[in-house]
């Protein structure tokens, strides 16, 4: 198959069939276009993003509304503080609710691309009694993606693109974790009714975004929060598959495809998110991060769904360039077809020497194994 761009490499793996190579998925290297190449800062990833440019698809996202706060509308959210000191910002949010305020508070470091949380909304059940008394509503500006000024080259790497959370997620995120855990033990009935909320809630939103059927790949996330050993598999049974199956319908009803993204132990969730109609998994993530490899991945799903993984964030910075090479040539173990060659995370920060020569020693197996005609 001469000739195929990222774009049709990608969705044509995804969607069951086969291309010229296994795609290549550098975690945040899919830049939209080469200024925002240009643009970046660090040098060695900047180098990484130029490399892989031509070989990498890049994606058009819109607002889809979901929140891990309730799906709470957006404009009974507000920033009502925002504190520099010592490198790190800490913004507070005020949530207005018909039966008074709720606040949270989250953190972030300037050149470090994660943010984590201080103080979470819900900290009681007469916390949960409060956000929930908020109306509901379709919040300004969701919407499907704006389309109106794509990159010349968008018609060979982009794809349209939403993100939602799983709907439990919304539940579990606008508290303690541990919190939730335990009102799971003690208050099961209400954590399944306010999930139930939030799946119609984001099937609301949906019915928005996928409207005019221009979207083509949604991501959805969470569901490792309630994977072994976060939680057991009744759990999981009756607040992960019970809930995202009827979210993984509506998209494919819009003809698109759906994403699941997991960390950590997926072996005995595999089967479960490919009875649930999910077109992708990702990412295999072999021990001790998580519990299989990707051949065995492979074995399990025996050409059901779309796997992706399995090069470790851990390893390309930490390791060396022989671990990254064993790694890379790891994913590639029991197959190359419908798989995905994806780091499990991207960098959060700028890339020591290491690192820079870890990417570019899988991008060099990558480019060696993943022809199709091309046994590893």
């Known amino acids: 198959m001469p000739g195929i761009t990222p774009r049709e490499r990608l969705l044509t793996t995804l969607r069951g069939g086969t291309a010229d190579r296994v795609p290549l998925v550098l975690e945040g290297a899919g830049r939209v276009s080469r200024s925002h190449v240009d643009a970046v800062k660090d040098a060695a990833w900047r180098e990484i993003c130029q490399r892989v440019y031509d070989q990498t698809h890049c994606v058009r996202s819109c607002n889809t509304g979901v929140n891990r706060y309730l799906v709470t509308p957006s404009r009974f959210m507000q920033e009502v503080s925002r504190v520099e000191r010592d490198g790190e910002v800490r913004v507070t949010t005020e949530i207005e609710t018909p039966k008074g305020p709720l606040t949270a508070v989250t953190a972030c470091r300037k050149g470090v691309q994660t943010t984590w949380t201080i103080k ?17 509503e379709i919040s300004d500006g969701v919407g499907p993606p704006d389309l109106s000024d794509l990159p ?111 960390h950590g132990n997926v072996r005995s969730t595999l089967e479960r998110v490919i009875e649930r109609g999910g077109d992708f998994l990702e990412p ?28 470790e964030a851990r390893i390309l910075e930490n390791e060396g360039p022989a671990a990254a090479e064993a790694a890379a040539r790891a994913a590639f173990e029991g197959g190359k077809e419908q798989m995905v060659f994806q780091t499990t995370a991207g960098p959060l920060s700028s890339i020591a020497p290491r690192t820079h020569e870890n990417y570019h020693r899988i991008i060099d197996v990558w480019e060696a194994l993943s022809p199709l005609d091309h046994a590893p």
Request: hydrophobic letters at 45%; one cysteine or more; a negative charge.
């Open 284 to 311: 295999m993530e072999p021990p001790p991060d998580g519990d299989v490899t990707m051949a065995e991945a492979k074995a399990i799903a025996a050409g059901r769904i779309t796997l992706g993984g399995n090069v």
């Open 120 to 136: 979470y909304p819900v900290e009681s059940l007469a916390d949960i009694d409060k956000i929930c008394s908020i109306p509901w």
């Open 152 to 262: 010349d080259d968008f018609d060979k790497r982009g794809i349209i693109h939403a993100g939602i959370s799983s709907p439990f997620v919304c539940v579990a995120g606008m508290m303690p974790y541990d919190y939730f855990l335990e009102l799971c033990a003690t208050e099961f009935v209400l954590i399944q009714e306010l999930t139930v909320q939030c799946l119609e809630r984001i099937v609301d939103l949906l019915d928005v975004v996928l409207a005019p059927r221009t979207v083509e790949y949604v991501w959805l996330g969470g569901s490792e929060w309630l994977t072994v050993p976060m939680a057991s598999p009744r759990l999981y049974d009756e607040l992960v598959q019970e809930f995202e199956k009827p979210v993984i319908d509506r998209i494919h009803a819009a003809g698109a495809l759906a994403h699941v993204h997991c």
